[in-house]
Protein backbone atom coordinates (compact mmCIF):
# COMPACT_ATOMS: atom_id res chain seq x y z
CA UNK A 1 0.00 0.00 0.00
CA UNK A 2 1.20 3.50 -0.59
CA UNK A 3 -0.15 6.75 0.65
CA UNK A 4 -0.01 10.12 -0.46
CA UNK A 5 2.32 12.29 1.44
CA UNK A 6 0.79 15.53 0.12
CA UNK A 7 -2.76 14.42 1.49
CA UNK A 8 -2.02 13.53 4.90
CA UNK A 9 0.34 16.43 5.73
CA UNK A 10 -0.60 19.22 3.04
CA UNK A 11 3.26 19.79 1.48
CA UNK A 12 3.80 22.11 -0.39
CA UNK A 13 4.80 19.57 -3.30
CA UNK A 14 4.84 20.39 -7.17
CA UNK A 15 4.33 17.22 -8.32
CA UNK A 16 0.66 15.30 -6.98
CA UNK A 17 2.81 11.78 -7.44
CA UNK A 18 4.96 11.35 -4.57
CA UNK A 19 4.30 8.69 -2.48
CA UNK A 20 5.73 7.30 0.81
CA UNK A 21 4.99 3.49 1.70
CA UNK A 22 3.65 3.19 5.46
CA UNK A 23 6.86 2.29 6.97
CA UNK A 24 8.60 5.30 5.59
CA UNK A 25 6.60 7.41 8.05
CA UNK A 26 8.51 6.27 10.74
CA UNK A 27 11.87 8.24 9.10
CA UNK A 28 14.03 9.65 11.84
CA UNK A 29 13.71 12.90 9.84
CA UNK A 30 11.31 15.30 11.62
CA UNK A 31 8.23 16.54 8.60
CA UNK A 32 7.69 18.27 7.25
CA UNK A 33 10.04 18.54 4.66
CA UNK A 34 10.52 19.48 0.87
CA UNK A 35 10.08 17.89 -1.91
CA UNK A 36 13.79 18.02 -2.95
CA UNK A 37 14.23 17.53 0.51
CA UNK A 38 12.71 13.97 0.67
CA UNK A 39 14.44 12.76 -2.82
CA UNK A 40 17.65 13.85 -1.79
CA UNK A 41 16.94 11.87 1.48
CA UNK A 42 16.01 8.73 -1.14
CA UNK A 43 19.65 9.04 -2.26
CA UNK A 44 20.98 9.08 0.79
CA UNK A 45 19.23 5.59 2.12
CA UNK A 46 22.10 3.58 1.81
CA UNK A 47 24.92 6.12 3.76
CA UNK A 48 21.77 6.40 6.63
CA UNK A 49 21.86 2.26 6.92
CA UNK A 50 25.37 2.42 7.20
CA UNK A 51 26.59 0.33 10.10
CA UNK A 52 29.67 2.82 10.31
CA UNK A 53 27.10 5.68 11.04
CA UNK A 54 24.75 3.45 13.62
CA UNK A 55 27.15 5.41 16.58
CA UNK A 56 26.37 8.76 15.33
CA UNK A 57 24.00 11.25 17.54
CA UNK A 58 20.54 11.74 16.27
CA UNK A 59 20.12 15.63 16.62
CA UNK A 60 23.70 15.06 14.73
CA UNK A 61 22.58 12.81 11.84
CA UNK A 62 19.33 14.65 11.32
CA UNK A 63 21.60 17.97 10.81
CA UNK A 64 24.39 16.35 8.29
CA UNK A 65 21.14 14.96 6.05
CA UNK A 66 19.10 18.04 6.29
CA UNK A 67 21.53 20.64 5.66
CA UNK A 68 22.25 22.15 2.71
CA UNK A 69 26.18 23.86 2.35
CA UNK A 70 26.70 25.89 -0.33
CA UNK A 71 29.14 24.76 -2.59
CA UNK A 72 32.06 27.22 -3.87
CA UNK A 73 34.87 27.12 -5.97
CA UNK A 74 38.34 28.56 -4.85
CA UNK A 75 37.26 32.28 -5.60
CA UNK A 76 34.51 31.64 -3.45
CA UNK A 77 31.98 31.68 -6.37
CA UNK A 78 28.71 29.51 -5.75
CA UNK A 79 28.47 26.30 -8.19
CA UNK A 80 25.63 23.93 -5.87
CA UNK A 81 25.08 22.78 -2.84
CA UNK A 82 25.37 19.24 -1.33
CA UNK A 83 24.28 17.68 2.32
CA UNK A 84 26.52 18.66 5.28
CA UNK A 85 27.24 14.87 5.24
CA UNK A 86 28.41 14.51 1.97
CA UNK A 87 30.74 17.94 1.94
CA UNK A 88 32.70 16.38 5.04
CA UNK A 89 33.25 12.85 3.54
CA UNK A 90 37.14 12.81 3.09
CA UNK A 91 36.74 10.69 0.41
CA UNK A 92 34.19 13.40 -1.38
CA UNK A 93 36.78 15.90 -0.09
CA UNK A 94 39.82 14.46 -1.87
CA UNK A 95 37.93 12.83 -4.81
CA UNK A 96 35.72 15.77 -5.82
CA UNK A 97 37.58 18.25 -4.06
CA UNK A 98 34.22 19.83 -2.48
CA UNK A 99 34.57 23.10 -1.05
CA UNK A 100 32.13 24.28 0.95
CA UNK A 101 31.01 28.12 2.29
CA UNK A 102 31.41 28.55 6.18
CA UNK A 103 32.37 30.94 8.95
CA UNK A 104 33.57 31.63 11.96
CA UNK A 105 32.65 34.13 14.81
CA UNK A 106 35.01 35.30 17.62
CA UNK A 107 32.75 37.57 20.13
CA UNK A 108 34.11 39.44 22.54
CA UNK A 109 32.69 41.36 25.62
CA UNK A 110 33.02 44.85 26.81
CA UNK A 111 36.16 43.54 28.59
CA UNK A 112 37.38 42.15 24.84
CA UNK A 113 37.77 38.66 26.07
CA UNK A 114 37.12 36.36 23.68
CA UNK A 115 34.25 33.73 24.19
CA UNK A 116 35.37 30.29 23.60
CA UNK A 117 33.53 27.18 23.12
CA UNK A 118 34.35 23.36 23.47
CA UNK A 119 32.46 21.42 20.79
CA UNK A 120 30.50 18.50 22.52
CA UNK A 121 31.50 15.05 22.51
CA UNK A 122 28.25 14.18 19.69
CA UNK A 123 29.80 16.77 16.97
CA UNK A 124 30.75 14.44 13.67
CA UNK A 125 33.68 16.52 13.11
CA UNK A 126 36.16 17.38 15.75
CA UNK A 127 34.73 16.68 19.05
CA UNK A 128 35.52 17.93 22.29
CA UNK A 129 37.89 20.26 20.64
CA UNK A 130 37.99 24.04 21.86
CA UNK A 131 37.67 26.51 19.26
CA UNK A 132 36.30 29.95 18.53
CA UNK A 133 32.90 31.29 19.70
CA UNK A 134 31.22 29.68 16.77
CA UNK A 135 31.90 27.92 13.71
CA UNK A 136 29.26 26.82 11.51
CA UNK A 137 27.97 27.28 7.65
CA UNK A 138 25.79 29.08 5.60
CA UNK A 139 22.92 27.03 4.41
CA UNK A 140 21.20 26.94 0.53
CA UNK A 141 18.49 29.29 1.71
CA UNK A 142 18.00 32.69 0.31
CA UNK A 143 18.79 34.70 3.49
CA UNK A 144 22.01 33.02 3.90
CA UNK A 145 22.93 33.18 -0.04
CA UNK A 146 23.18 37.19 0.01
CA UNK A 147 26.08 38.50 -0.69
CA UNK A 148 26.32 41.77 -0.79
CA UNK A 149 27.89 43.31 2.29
CA UNK A 150 28.22 39.39 3.38
CA UNK A 151 24.83 39.55 4.43
CA UNK A 152 23.88 36.23 4.31
CA UNK A 153 26.94 34.99 5.73
CA UNK A 154 26.09 37.38 8.83
CA UNK A 155 22.11 36.21 8.81
CA UNK A 156 23.75 32.26 9.34
CA UNK A 157 25.72 33.62 12.09
CA UNK A 158 23.19 35.05 13.83
CA UNK A 159 21.15 32.13 13.77
CA UNK A 160 23.36 29.49 14.96
CA UNK A 161 24.90 31.31 17.57
CA UNK A 162 21.10 31.12 19.09
CA UNK A 163 21.11 27.10 18.24
CA UNK A 164 24.34 26.29 19.72
CA UNK A 165 24.86 29.30 22.53
CA UNK A 166 21.30 30.46 22.98
CA UNK A 167 22.30 34.12 22.34
CA UNK A 168 19.19 35.60 21.20
CA UNK A 169 19.44 37.79 17.62
CA UNK A 170 18.95 41.20 20.03
CA UNK A 171 21.98 40.45 21.22
CA UNK A 172 24.13 40.00 18.28
CA UNK A 173 22.04 42.32 15.44
CA UNK A 174 23.61 41.73 11.90
CA UNK A 175 24.87 44.92 11.29
CA UNK A 176 26.96 43.99 14.79
CA UNK A 177 29.21 41.83 12.90
CA UNK A 178 32.64 42.96 11.20
CA UNK A 179 33.64 40.59 8.34
CA UNK A 180 37.51 41.29 8.06
CA UNK A 181 38.70 38.36 6.01
CA UNK A 182 38.21 34.85 4.26
CA UNK A 183 40.53 31.90 4.16
CA UNK A 184 40.38 28.29 2.85
CA UNK A 185 41.63 25.59 4.41
CA UNK A 186 41.46 21.83 4.42
CA UNK A 187 41.73 19.70 7.49
CA UNK A 188 40.53 15.86 8.11
CA UNK A 189 39.00 15.03 11.68
CA UNK A 190 39.62 11.63 11.38
CA UNK A 191 39.59 8.46 8.51
CA UNK A 192 36.51 9.42 7.85
CA UNK A 193 35.23 13.12 8.39
CA UNK A 194 36.91 16.50 7.76
CA UNK A 195 36.82 20.20 6.34
CA UNK A 196 37.41 21.69 2.90
CA UNK A 197 36.13 25.29 3.97
CA UNK A 198 36.15 29.27 2.71
CA UNK A 199 35.71 30.33 5.67
CA UNK A 200 34.35 34.06 6.60
CA UNK A 201 36.32 35.14 9.52
CA UNK A 202 33.14 37.43 11.60
CA UNK A 203 34.15 39.61 14.42
CA UNK A 204 31.96 41.22 17.05
CA UNK A 205 32.30 42.60 20.23
CA UNK A 206 28.89 42.85 22.67
CA UNK A 207 28.03 41.73 26.08
CA UNK A 208 25.46 38.54 25.57
CA UNK A 209 23.63 36.04 27.80
CA UNK A 210 24.94 32.68 26.68
CA UNK A 211 22.73 29.28 27.34
CA UNK A 212 25.07 26.82 25.67
CA UNK A 213 22.59 24.25 23.89
CA UNK A 214 24.44 20.28 25.01
CA UNK A 215 23.91 18.61 21.81
CA UNK A 216 26.26 21.21 19.94
CA UNK A 217 28.84 22.62 23.03
CA UNK A 218 30.34 20.95 26.18
CA UNK A 219 31.79 23.97 27.77
CA UNK A 220 32.23 27.51 27.42
CA UNK A 221 34.95 30.24 28.90
CA UNK A 222 36.42 33.97 28.17
CA UNK A 223 39.64 33.85 27.62
CA UNK A 224 42.50 37.05 27.68
CA UNK A 225 45.10 37.19 25.22
CA UNK A 226 47.36 35.89 27.61
CA UNK A 227 44.76 32.48 28.57
CA UNK A 228 44.47 32.20 25.31
CA UNK A 229 48.46 31.90 24.82
CA UNK A 230 48.69 29.44 27.71
CA UNK A 231 46.02 27.54 26.37
CA UNK A 232 47.95 27.40 22.84
CA UNK A 233 50.78 26.45 24.94
CA UNK A 234 49.28 23.40 26.51
CA UNK A 235 47.37 22.29 23.53
CA UNK A 236 50.40 22.48 21.55
CA UNK A 237 52.20 20.05 24.83
CA UNK A 238 49.15 17.96 25.10
CA UNK A 239 48.31 18.67 28.64
CA UNK A 240 44.87 17.51 29.95
CA UNK A 241 44.16 16.14 26.58
CA UNK A 242 43.64 19.63 25.45
CA UNK A 243 42.81 20.05 21.53
CA UNK A 244 41.84 23.26 19.07
CA UNK A 245 40.31 22.91 15.70
CA UNK A 246 42.55 23.65 13.11
CA UNK A 247 40.92 26.70 11.52
CA UNK A 248 40.93 28.30 15.10
CA UNK A 249 44.32 27.54 15.38
CA UNK A 250 45.26 29.04 11.95
CA UNK A 251 43.27 32.15 12.53
CA UNK A 252 45.41 32.45 15.78
CA UNK A 253 48.30 31.34 14.29
CA UNK A 254 48.00 33.95 10.97
CA UNK A 255 45.41 37.14 12.04
CA UNK A 256 44.24 36.84 15.77
CA UNK A 257 46.39 39.00 17.70
CA UNK A 258 46.72 41.61 15.53
CA UNK A 259 43.23 41.52 14.62
CA UNK A 260 42.26 41.85 18.48
CA UNK A 261 44.46 45.23 18.79
CA UNK A 262 41.85 46.56 16.66
CA UNK A 263 38.84 45.08 18.83
CA UNK A 264 41.00 47.22 22.18
CA UNK A 265 40.77 50.46 19.68
CA UNK A 266 37.59 50.05 17.79
CA UNK A 267 39.26 50.09 14.86
CA UNK A 268 37.95 46.84 13.27
CA UNK A 269 36.82 48.52 9.81
CA UNK A 270 40.80 49.04 9.33
CA UNK A 271 41.65 45.70 9.14
CA UNK A 272 38.82 44.67 6.96
CA UNK A 273 40.45 42.69 3.55
CA UNK A 274 37.63 40.68 1.99
CA UNK A 275 39.32 40.94 -1.65
CA UNK A 276 41.66 38.46 -0.43
CA UNK A 277 41.08 34.84 -0.21
CA UNK A 278 44.23 33.33 2.50
CA UNK A 279 45.26 30.35 1.30
CA UNK A 280 46.13 27.97 4.61
Not at 18 to 30: E, G, M, Q, T, V
Not at 92 to 105: G, P, Y
Not at 172 to 187: I, N
Request: some cysteine; charged content about 30%.
Amino acid sequence: MQTNVSSLFNFPFDSPQIYLSPISLFDPFPFPFSRRKLLTFRGFSAAMTDSKDAGMDAVQRRLMFEDECILVDETDRVVGHDSKYNCHLMENIEAKNLLHRAFSVFLFNSNYELLLQQRSKAKVTFPLVWTNTCCSHPLYRESELIEENTLGVRNAAQRKLLDELGIVAEDVPVDEFTALGRMLYKAPSDGKWGEHEVDYLLFIVRDVKVQPNPDEVADIKYVSREELKELVKKADAGEEGLKLSPWFRLVVDNFLMKWWDHVEKGTLSEAIDMKTIHKL
